[in-house]
C-alpha cells in the first residue's frame, strides 16, 4: 500500500511513519502539511492510501475528501484528536477514523480495513485507482516540491541527481535545487530504475547524466555527471550502476 500521511503537526506525521514502518505491506510514498499541499501531493504521487488530518490550516481534511474526484480518489482513513467528526468522516465514505493519540493495535485494525476494501475492490475487478492515472502502474513521471510560499512540479526528466538532507533529499535540476521532504529511499522506490540509480547511500545519480566512470583504489568508483559534480560510488552500488550503463567492456 502507497500511502500519503497529512497533518499539520510534525509529531503527528513521525508517530505515524514510525507505526507504519511495521507494516510490510506498507510505504510512506510523501507527507503534507496542510489541505492544499495534500492535493498536489495526492494528483502527483496517486496514493493507495491518505491518511488525513481533519483539522488543518488552508484547508481542512474534510475539504480535501470533498475536493477528491471520486473516480480516482485513494481510500481516506481520517486522523483527528476530536471524535464530534466521526460522522462527517464516514459521510465522506472514509474506511476509518483515528482518534489521537493512537498507538500501534489501532493503526494496525485501521490498516486492516484498507487491505479488505482494497481486496474487494480487485474482486470486483476495480483497481485501487483506475489505470491511466495509478503511478504505481509505472514510473513516476512529475514530483511536486515546496518552496517558501508554493508548490512547484518537476518533470522528472529534469532530474540530474539527488543527495541526502537530513532526513529528506535534496533534487537538483539544472541551475537550482529544492529540498523534499522524501526520504532516499522513498525516491529511490518511486523513480523509474531503468533511469535512476542509487550509487550511494547519500546519493542518486540519473543515469543518462553520467559522463564518466573511474574506479578508485579502494573498491568504490566515482563518477562524473554532466553538470560536472564528481559522486562517489560505493562497492555495494557498483554493480547496479554499470548494470545500468551497460557493463564495463
Do not use: C, W
Amino acid at each position: 500500500m502507497r500511502i500519503l500521511l497529512v497533518d499539520d503537526e510534525p509529531i503527528v506525521r513521525r508517530d505515524l511513519q514510525r507505526l507504519l514502518s511495521r507494516q510490510d505491506d506498507v510505504i510512506v510514498v510523501g507527507t503534507a502539511t496542510n489541505g492544499l499541499e495534500a492535493l498536489e501531493q495526492i494528483d502527483t504521487l496517486r496514493p493507495d492510501v491518505v491518511l488525513l488530518d481533519v483539522e488543518m490550516p488552508e484547508l481542512d481534511g474534510l475539504g480535501v475528501a470533498q475536493a477528491l474526484d471520486p473516480a480516482d480518489a485513494p481510500l481516506v482513513v481520517f486522523v483527528t484528536a476530536h471524535d464530534h467528526y466521526a460522522l462527517a468522516a464516514f459521510d465522506a465514505e472514509a474506511v476509518d477514523y483515528l482518534l489521537k493519540p493512537f498507538d500501534a493495535e489501532r493503526v494496525a485494525r485501521a490498516l486492516d480495513r484498507v487491505r479488505a476494501r482494497l481486496e474487494s475492490r480487485q474482486a470486483a475487478g476495480i483497481p485501487p485507482v483506475p489505470e491511466g492515472v495509478r503511478r504505481a502502474a509505472g514510473p513516476l513521471t512529475r514530483l511536486a516540491v515546496r518552496t517558501t510560499d508554493r508548490a512547484i512540479v518537476l518533470a522528472v526528466d529534469q532530474i540530474r541527481r539527488i543527495e541526502a538532507s537530513g532526513n529528506y533529499a535534496r533534487i537538483h535540476v539544472e541551475g537550482a535545487s529544492y529540498l523534499t521532504r522524501r526520504s532516499m529511499r522513498d525516491l529511490a522506490a518511486m523513480l523509474d530504475p531503468d533511469r535512476f540509480v542509487r550509487v550511494h547511500r547519500s546519493h542518486i545519480v540519473a543515469v543518462d547524466q553520467v559522463r564518466e566512470y573511474r574506479l578508485l583504489g579502494d573498491g568504490d568508483a566515482e563518477v562524473t555527471l554532466g553538470t560536472g559534480d564528481r559522486i562517489t560510488v560505493t562497492r555495494s552500488h557498483r554493480e547496479a550502476l554499470e548494470a545500468r550503463l551497460g557493463g564495463i567492456a
